[in-house]
């Protein structure tokens, strides 16, 4: 099965729908104090000292990858994946007008944000975008090199949450490992080399 039989209908409707469950699974991290690896992980933590929004912030981080995107990859996949980054950071920043949630068990929240995470993650990189940040390079080296996208980016992500262990309590920082390992669980059984490409163009977009 190739991601090419996609129509321009079908991608849009993936990104956005993909966007949403990312947005809400970053939700359910902040709602517990967990963080993330990648720039969604660096997002969060900033986020707790300063005062711009993890939105604001996610953006800022993934506007480099962006330039790496459209260079490296293709300025199709580079617009995909601004848009698909754009969505994320606008969704998360406005969820919590729409539902409250009083308390939830990290543990919870670490599991459900990392599947939803992952899922979202999926269907987004499956309809050639990404969501920035280390998602560019990860899809670049699967595509470059045939290394798994799952497996470079729990690496990536287990480096970053290693590097928080003095800035966080060490219970959120377990369940934030949780999180991240559930997410890339995701990623890792579910996009391998050769089923998917990130960058050739799709002649029926």
Same mark, same amino acid.
Request: proline share 3%.
């Given at each position: 099965?190739?991601?090419?039989?996609?129509?321009?209908?079908?991608?849009?409707?993936?990104?956005?729908?993909?966007?949403? !469950?990312?947005?809400?699974?970053?939700? /359910?991290?902040?709602?517990?104090?967990?963080?993330?690896?990648?720039?969604?992980?660096?997002? !969060?933590? $900033?986020?707790?000292?300063?005062?711009?929004? /993890?939105?604001? +912030?996610?953006?800022?981080? *993934?506007?480099?990858?962006?330039?790496?995107?459209?260079?490296?990859? #293709?300025?199709?996949?580079?617009?995909?994946? !601004?848009?698909?980054?754009?969505?994320?950071?606008?969704?998360?920043?406005?969820?919590?007008?729409?539902?409250?949630?009083?308390? +939830?068990?990290?543990?919870?929240?670490?599991?459900?944000?990392?599947?939803?995470?992952?899922?979202?993650?999926?269907?987004?990189?499956? %309809? *050639?975008?990404?969501?920035?940040?280390?998602?560019?390079? $990860?899809?670049?080296?699967?595509?470059?090199?045939?290394?798994?996208?799952?497996? !470079?980016?729990?690496?990536?992500?287990?480096?970053?949450?290693?590097? #928080?262990?003095?800035?966080?309590? +060490?219970?959120?920082?377990?369940?934030?490992?949780?999180?991240?390992?559930?997410? *890339?669980? $995701? +990623?890792?059984? *579910?996009?391998?080399?050769?089923?998917?490409?990130? %960058?050739?163009?799709?002649?029926?977009?």
């Amino acid at each position: 099965m190739s991601q090419y039989q996609h129509s321009f209908k079908e991608d849009i409707i993936a990104i956005a729908s993909g966007a949403f !469950l990312v947005a809400q699974g970053v939700f /359910f991290l902040q709602q517990a104090g967990l963080l993330t690896g990648g720039t969604t992980g660096l997002a !969060l933590l $900033v986020s707790q000292f300063t005062d711009l929004s /993890f939105g604001t +912030l996610y953006f800022l981080c *993934n506007c480099p990858f962006y330039l790496m995107a459209w260079f490296r990859m #293709s300025p199709r996949f580079a617009v995909r994946s !601004l848009l698909a980054g754009g969505a994320v950071s606008v969704m998360a920043d406005h969820i919590a007008y729409f539902f409250e949630i009083t308390w +939830l068990a990290p543990a919870y929240c670490a599991v459900i944000g990392g599947l939803l995470m992952g899922v979202g993650m999926l269907m987004i990189f499956r %309809h *050639n975008a990404s969501l920035g940040g280390f998602n560019v390079l $990860v899809l670049y080296c699967q595509d470059k090199f045939g290394i798994s996208a799952g497996k !470079l980016q729990m690496s990536i992500d287990c480096t970053i949450l290693a590097l #928080s262990f003095f800035l966080i309590d +060490l219970n959120l920082l377990m369940w934030s490992v949780v999180g991240a390992i559930v997410l *890339n669980l $995701v +990623l890792a059984m *579910n996009h391998k080399p050769g089923r998917y490409q990130a %960058h050739p163009a799709n002649p029926g977009a």
